[in-house]
Nanobody, 115 residues
Framework: VQLQASGGGLVRTGKSVRLSCKGS????????LGWFRQVPGKEREGLAC????????YYSDSVKGRFTVSRDNVKKTVYLEMNNLRPEDTAVYYC?????????WGPGTQVTVSS
C-alpha cells in the first residue's frame, strides 16, 4: 500500500489550496481514506475522512465548513479542498488509510499560510 500526497505550498490567508493523495497497491475503492495534519511539537490531528464509495464524509470541528474531502476511485485519488485558509492551518498534511486492519500513511506535504 502506498499513498502519495501532493499539492502543498505557500499560500496567503483567505486563499484556497487543493491537496491530492494518490493510492496504489491496494483496492482503492474499498478503502476509507482520511486527511490529518501535524505541527511540530503537537499531536497529529484528524481532519476529514471519506468512505470507500465516497458517499459518507466526516470532518473535525476545526475544519468543518472550510475543508471538503472527495475522491475519484477511477483515478485512485483522494482530495482535500481547503478554503479560507488561516495561518493556524500551517502544518504538514498527511493522507491515511485504515485498510484491512492496518494503518497506512503517506509522506506529508507542507502547507504554509502566510498572514
Amino acid at each position: 500500500v502506498q499513498l502519495q500526497a501532493s499539492g502543498g505550498g505557500l499560500v496567503r490567508t483567505g486563499k484556497s489550496v487543493r491537496l491530492s493523495c494518490k493510492g496504489s497497491g491496494f483496492r482503492f475503492g474499498e478503502a476509507a481514506l482520511g486527511w490529518f495534519r501535524q505541527v511540530p511539537g503537537k499531536e497529529r490531528e484528524g481532519l476529514a475522512c471519506i468512505s470507500g464509495g465516497g458517499s459518507v464524509a466526516y470532518y473535525s470541528d476545526s475544519v468543518k465548513g472550510r475543508f471538503t474531502v472527495s475522491r475519484d476511485n477511477v483515478k485512485k485519488t483522494v482530495y482535500l479542498e481547503m478554503n479560507n485558509l488561516r495561518p493556524e492551518d500551517t502544518a504538514v498534511y498527511y493522507c491515511n488509510s485504515p485498510y484491512r486492519g492496518l494503518n497506512y500513511w503517506g509522506p506529508g506535504t507542507q502547507v504554509t499560510v502566510s498572514s
